[in-house]
């Protein structure tokens, strides 16, 4: 998929670069993303608003995949950028993002985030909770400063995915709930708070979500909501954020949609939902950040032992795991994979890809046709973008890979490959112990 193919040599290629290219240039384990394709993914979001005549945001939500380079695609697609930590909105700026498209989610922000936020003057705060509200107002105030605010609500949809990565539900830390009416006051408090400018409303109903039903539920409970608050204290809602989540493909048994699809449908409930009810056609916003960069990103692994137990399995071990990629430990997800470096062979034997970190958990994929696999192999594995840098962990103080950018034939390091200093670099040790020299 995206620029990927097999070229002349039998070799994966990406972004019309050779794999065993990059491995000879940038070692393994690497994270190589195809820019062509998350630039594909970015107009897509874009273009399909665009076709609603809806008035529209797309945020990227950063927690997929933050760093400085990808900040820059994000800014010169025109899109907003969402974060959650002071982490990513230092990684923003320092990007030059404009801090106007820049959104602010969490349901614990700190004092200084949220100070930190205000003097860079970032576009809007996604307020999670009462506490939050007052928080905000009151060092708004001391800044002498207003802020805009959406409010973010709990829908009680619960969206057909996993349940660790689940937030629609009632029973959840995230936002304001809709059923207890703890929505509705946040509302009426809100838009009493002189330090704040209450734009609207958000939701988020999880993540990797292939059906459309979700959206259409979330929009609809969304405008009845703004209906009913515009008609019991009068306050208009001009921005109606719908979150992220949008599914995609890691194996062949998924099924999502094209991105246009769960567009049409978000505005065509919009538009049906509050046009019914004559209230002024609000801004849509959404915040895609799988659906942004997860197919586009392949991680590269050197192939080292194997230990074939007859009968039973082989385990065929690479030189990452779950370090670069915690997502099959931690959510039991599903990757395909190929040999980069015999990516025309046939698949003669099944295996199973086990990572090097010192724990059975640390298993990469099961069960995974190859042909027959050799120590020195560069193995491929598909759809990493989202989650895996962003996870990634230095867990038996293994130093994170670094990250490529390919595209129409060149490659671009975005993020150096950890060194040992980086491993010990925030390491002390205390003056009463002996000291190295
Ligand atoms: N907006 C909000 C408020 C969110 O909480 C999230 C994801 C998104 C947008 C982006 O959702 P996406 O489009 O990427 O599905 N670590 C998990 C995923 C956690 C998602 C958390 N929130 C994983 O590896 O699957």
Redo the contacts with the bound molecule.
């Keep these: 998929h995206g620029t990927s193919k097999i070229n002349g040599q039998g070799h994966l290629e990406i972004g019309g670069v050779d794999a065993t290219k990059l491995v000879a240039e940038y070692g393994t384990p690497l994270y190589v993303f195809d820019e062509t394709l998350v630039r594909e993914r970015c107009r897509e979001f874009v273009d399909a608003f665009r076709a609603s005549g809806l008035k529209f945001q797309v945020a990227y939500?950063s927690?997929?995949f933050c760093v400085m380079a990808m900040c820059r695609i994000v800014e010169e697609e025109g899109m907003s950028l969402?974060v959650?930590s002071d982490g990513e909105l230092y990684t923003a700026l320092q990007a030059g993002f404009p801090a106007e498209r820049i959104h602010f989610?969490g349901n614990n922000k700190t004092i200084d985030e949220i100070e930190m936020a205000i003097d860079a003057k970032i576009g809007c705060f996604?307020v999670d909770n009462f506490i939050e509200l007052q928080m905000l107002n009151a060092i708004a105030g001391e800044k002498r400063q207003k802020v805009k605010i959406l409010l973010?609500i709990t829908p009680g949809v619960e969206a057909h995915t996993?349940e660790?990565?689940s937030?629609g539900q009632t029973d959840s830390k995230?936002g304001f709930d809709l059923g207890n009416g703890s929505a509705f006051r946040a509302v009426e408090e809100a838009s009493k708070l002189s330090h704040l400018e209450l734009l609207g409303i958000?939701s988020?109903i999880?993540?990797?979500?292939f059906e459309v039903e979700g959206f259409r539920m979330a929009a609809e409970k969304m405008a009845s909501f703004a209906v009913q608050v515009r008609q019991e204290i009068g306050v208009t809602f001009k921005v109606i954020n719908l979150?992220?989540?949008?599914?995609i493909r890691y194996v062949n048994e998924d099924t999502p949609l094209p991105v246009s699809v769960y567009v049409k449908a978000i505005t065509d409930a919009i538009k049906d939902n509050f046009g019914r009810n004559e209230y002024p056609l609000p801004e849509i916003w959404v915040?895609?950040?799988?659906?942004?960069v997860?197919d586009a990103g392949t991680t590269l692994y050197t192939v080292g032992t194997s230990k074939d137990i007859p009968g039973v399995r082989k385990y065929v071990s690479v030189d990452g795991g779950m370090t670069d990629n915690p997502?099959p430990a931690?959510?039991e997800?599903v990757y395909e994979a190929m040999l980069a470096n015999r990516a025309s062979e046939e698949p003669t034997e099944v295996v199973s890809i086990a990572g090097k970190c010192c724990e059975s958990g640390d298993m990469l994929i099961w069960d995974l046709n190859l042909p027959k696999v050799n120590s020195g192999d560069v193995l491929a594995v598909s759809c990493t973008g989202?989650?895996n840098y962003?996870?990634a962990s230095n867990y038996n103080r293994i130093r994170r890979p670094g990250v490529v950018f390919v595209s129409e034939g060149q490659s671009d390091l975005v993020v150096k490959r950890e060194t040992f200093d980086n491993i010990v670099g925030n390491d002390l040790i205390p003056a009463r112990m002996k000291q190295v020299s």
């Design positions: 939500a927690k997929a969402d959650v989610h996604v973010r996993h660790y990565i937030t995230f958000h988020h999880g993540s990797q979500i979150g992220g989540g949008f599914g915040e895609p950040g799988r659906s942004i997860g997502r931690l959510y997800a989202a989650y962003a996870m």
